[in-house]
RNA sequence: GCGGGCGUGGUGAAACUGGUAGACACAAGGGACUUAAAAUCCCUCGGCUAUGCCGUACGGGUUCGAUUCCCGUCGCCCGCACCA
């Protein structure tokens, strides 16, 4: 028996120190081999790595690994998200400086990612903490400032009571802040904006061109941007003592149903709304009403749909002397449009539910394909589908577009209040991204408010503007904001007292742009646009879908401002996106409910039964369904436990092998053993093999059978696994590594001949490369073994002889009525007649033709025969 | 409600433009080796009324042939959700 187990424990450390030494991942700008650039989503250094690091980083290495052996100038670094909310909560429970947990956080994290070995450029690393990161984003900031990228306006904000601070619109989800799950109230503050809505467009139109984008996401961005094109129309007040407004602006997607119109519809915050409820108690209340509904009852089912009639009518735009009444209603929202609609209940369902309820009339203007406009009519369900205008004077027998442009056209020619009547216009749903927040550990906005000058952007000169270190969290609130002298400057245009913006940037501002830092990450610029451009768009960004929108959506607007400053001269950031699944395991309760770890049970197996119990304890422990990994149901399994016991290898080759890379993963006890003794299989493999031949591959003999035949798998999966990688089958890829592997077992044990070593010899070599993506410790170490020159790191992906690729001789199934009875095997190429004529005389067939003719037979060359009877 | 995705053995899954359904792995069962265990190796492994028949959620359709395409139903997952 030959070798003994290989030990990761001893082997992988001894191949990290190699690489570092050799500095094997080290990537050089200046390299004139064509770039590739891979990226995982930066983690925010929470002080531990999880599962899904394992799984995301292990998916990015095999793709950066691959691609240096393919002979690519391959970039693969590393950074964190380190700024955010969660060192501040640290600094308050453990009475530490945020930034000292935060860098504690990173060199722990740091040491558990190196002890997977992955291939990454340490020397490019980035905190975005660090002044040396932000100043960069300060300087950038004030370039956008200068562009009219920058606006600052005071706005209803989503404010969360508990972290006390300001959120997103994307922060916030179901009602409740993204991070503290804390009920959001409205404040109205006044707040820094990026105009990513500006950008709206072109943010849209893009996505097209994002063809290696899963299609899931790029659906979310455009929902999320919500392109709608409509009409803005003019609806004249008839004459009133409630009001001078003379008209109110409305704006619709559907003004082909004007003629069914029976209300004008205000939202409850529309300033005509509020100026009538100052001389009106009871709309006052219907408001106020309103108001209490849209915060606090988000969990309700949809809320019933209320209005209040004003008591005002304005003027039926297309009907002469027909007037409708004004509603307040409570489902029609402020910062959508203009605040204010015209209700066709016929053809909206909402408008239908308020009609019905007030009394209103409800005119059908759209007649459905093959309705009897006679008696066609709308009872409890709007009819929103495609038709043909009726009832609606000039436009009657138009489709609905027609109609929407030739009443378009009727109210742009058309005046009211001096103004044109109608005016087409796009809306979007997409706002302007709030990035100010009322935090510390944050990019400071490098701005000062001046008495005299009012609000001015720091010199550049005087960049960065640093965070204080002597703070103190002992109040709620912002501690920039308490800190004694911090904020207190004398203005640098006149010299009057100012004071320093205390907002901080969302950290979303610091994940827009970290990938294009880390292509030239101690430039004394933001980027280095030579160097920026020749490595960007990132060829294959890695992450999770939870930033189908935030993250990516930003950065794309960051890219494309970068662009307009001169810094970048893309505008797209990632080329190519994958989107991970989570990973999963089994829970446990105890009989009094509580979760229970999986490493304080143990699991019996009985048949197919199986049934757990407490270690300790011994008591009965359920096993519950399979769930993301998550510390509040304790199913959660330690990196550093796995490495320890079974080797990162073992970890990165799990992760990768049995589930699709985008659906979630289900971690097991079983998997990981698995996993672990095919690594004993492998180094057995290569221990076997060079007992046999100690020498590198040289030429084998082409003549014979078995070596051919094992060179044909060799070669195919060399192919196989190369198209696998390049699409990101990372579980297929695994999948052929296994065949290839049994195949070489197998002819390692059939006592081989000269012929055939000589071929095991090159598999061996060419499965140790293919490995070496994945468990690339065992392969440095199987390498050595086979002493093979330099490192499997650095070797080249193995080439593949085409000739191997296809077989002479093909197996065709033979199907009578479509199913499979026979096999023939025929040289490749076989015409159609001779196959046919072989097929005929096969038993099988003549057995079930009994001297009949066939009805038919079809022959799919090389592929399949039919014969139908 | 709207949009998207998915339903394949005991389990994770594979099946390229419609062409041998279940590759590969896990679990399970049986055997070999061993004083014994671990490790390793070999065999079986969709179901059934088994020379055959059925089987990719269910019901139809197109086709010589459907896991794959089309229509309908059911179930699960994800995203959005009063956006006029």
């Not at 004139?32 to 292990?58: C, K, Q, T």
């Not at 990612?113 to 100043?135: F, H």
């Not at 304790?634 to 990162?648: F, L, R």
């Not at 690594?679 to 082409?702: H, K």
Request: charged share 25%; with cysteine; glycine share 6%.
């Amino acid at each position: 028996m030959s070798g003994e187990r290989y030990n990761p424990r001893e082997s992988e450390p001894k191949w990290q120190k190699v690489w570092d030494d050799a500095k094997s991942f080290v990537t050089s700008n200046d390299d004139p081999r064509e770039p590739y650039y891979v990226l995982e989503m930066f983690p925010y250094p929470s002080g531990r790595i999880h599962m899904g690091h394992v799984r995301n980083y292990s998916m990015g290495d095999v793709v950066a690994r691959y691609h240096r052996a393919r002979g690519r100038n391959v970039l693969h670094p590393m950074g964190w998200d380190a700024f955010g909310l969660p060192a501040e909560n640290a600094a308050i429970e453990r009475k530490t400086h945020p930034g000292t947990w935060t860098y504690q956080n990173i060199e722990a994290m740091k040491a558990q990612l190196k002890s997977m070995g992955l291939a990454i450029d340490w020397t490019r690393e980035i905190a975005t903490c660090s002044p040396e990161y932000y100043q960069h984003q300060q300087s950038m900031f004030i370039d956008m400032l200068e562009a009219g990228l920058v606006t600052r306006k005071s706005s209803k904000v989503n404010w969360d009571p508990v972290d006390m601070t300001v959120l997103a619109n994307e922060q916030v989800i179901d009602g409740k802040g993204w991070r503290s799950g804390a009920v959001v109230e409205q404040r109205e503050l006044t707040q820094w904006f990026f105009k990513i809505s500006d950008f709206a467009e072109d943010l849209l139109e893009a996505l097209d061109t994002l063809t290696e984008w899963p299609e899931k996401v790029r659906t979310m961005q455009r929902n999320w941007i919500g392109k709608s094109e409509g009409l803005r129309l003019l609806f004249e007040l008839e004459p009133t003592e409630k009001t001078d407004v003379t008209s109110i602006e409305v704006f619709t997607t559907r003004p082909d149903t004007i003629f069914g119109a029976s209300f004008v519809g205000l939202s409850p915050d529309h300033p005509l709304t509020t100026a009538l409820a100052a001389s009106n108690a009871d709309l006052a209340e219907f408001v106020a009403e309103c108001h209490r509904h849209g915060t606090a009852t988000e969990t309700l089912e949809k809320a019933e749909k209320q209005g209040f009639d004003t008591g005002l009518r304005v003027k039926h735009p297309v009907i002469e002397g027909q007037t409708l009444p004004v509603y307040v209603a409570n489902f029609i929202l402020m910062d959508y449009g203009t605040g204010a609609i015209f209700g066709c209940p016929a053809h909206d369902q909402r408008d239908l539910d308020l009609a019905r309820k007030y009394g209103l009339s409800v005119k059908p203007v759209v007649l459905p394909p093959g309705a009897d406009p006679e008696t066609f009519s709308v009872a409890d369900e709007a009819y929103v589908d495609a038709g043909n205008i009726f009832n609606s004077a000039f436009l009657d027998g138009l489709s609905i577009d027609d109609a929407k442009r030739k009443i378009a056209e009727y109210f742009g020619a058309r005046q009211v209040d001096g103004k044109s009547q109608g005016t087409v216009e796009t809306n979007y749903r997409l706002r302007d991204w709030g990035i100010s927040r009322q935090r510390y550990w944050g990019c400071p906005i490098p701005v000062i408010h001046c008495e005299v000058c009012g609000t001015l952007p720091v010199p550049k000169k005087d960049l960065p503007v640093k965070l204080p270190e002597d703070v103190t969290f002992d109040k709620p609130g912002n501690a920039l904001d308490h800190h004694p002298t911090w904020k207190h400057v004398h203005c640098h245009q006149c010299g009057a007292s100012a004071r320093r913006e205390t907002d901080t940037m969302d950290t979303f501002v610091d994940s827009s742009w970290y990938y294009t830092r880390f292509t030239a990450p101690h430039a004394e610029t933001p980027t280095v646009p030579a160097v920026a451009n020749r490595w960007l768009p990132v060829d294959q960004y890695i992450g999770g879908v939870e930033h189908a929108i935030l993250h990516l959506l930003y950065s794309r607007f960051f890219t494309r401002a970068m662009k307009a400053m001169g810094h970048v001269d893309v505008s797209e950031p990632f080329k190519g996106l994958f989107t991970q699944g989570m990973v999963t395991h089994e829970t446990y309760k105890s009989q009094s409910g509580e979760w229970v770890n999986p490493t304080e049970i143990a699991i019996e197996t009985n048949g197919e039964a199986r049934t757990a119990k407490h270690i300790r304890t011994g008591d009965p422990i359920s096993i519950g369904s399979v769930e993301k990994m998550s510390k509040s149901k304790k199913n959660v399994v330690d990196p550093d436990e796995i490495v320890a016991t079974y080797g990162a290898d073992t970890a990165r080759w799990f992760m990768l092998s049995d589930s699709p890379p985008e659906r979630d993963v289900q971690w097991t006890e079983a998997g990981v053993e698995g996993a672990s003794r095919f690594q004993q299989r492998i180094w057995r493999l290569v221990n076997e093999t060079i007992e046999l031949t100690a020498s590198p591959a040289a030429s084998v003999d082409v003549q014979d059978a078995g070596a051919l035949a094992l060179r044909r798998i060799i070669h195919r999966s060399v192919h196989g696994v190369a198209g696998d990688i390049e699409g990101l089958r990372f579980n297929r890829a695994v999948a052929q590594i296994y065949e290839l592997t049994n195949a070489l077992t197998k002819a390692l044990a059939s006592s081989p001949s000269p012929a055939v070593t000589a071929a095991l010899r090159e598999g061996a070599e060419k499965l140790t490369i293919l490995l070496s993506p994945m468990m690339p410790h065992l392969a440095e170490s199987c390498w050595s073994l086979m002493g093979m020159h330099g490192l499997v790191a650095d070797a080249s992906w193995p080439d593949v002889d085409p000739a191997l690729l296809v077989d002479n001789e093909v197996t065709m199934p033979v199907q009578i009525n479509g199913k499979r009875r026979a096999e023939i095997s025929v040289a490749k190429g076989t015409p159609a007649a001779e196959v046919e004529r072989l097929v005929l005389s096969l038993e099988e067939v003549t057995r079930i033709l009994e001297g009949k003719a066939p009805k038919k037979i079809v022959v799919v060359p090389d592929r399949i025969v039919n014969v139908v009877v």
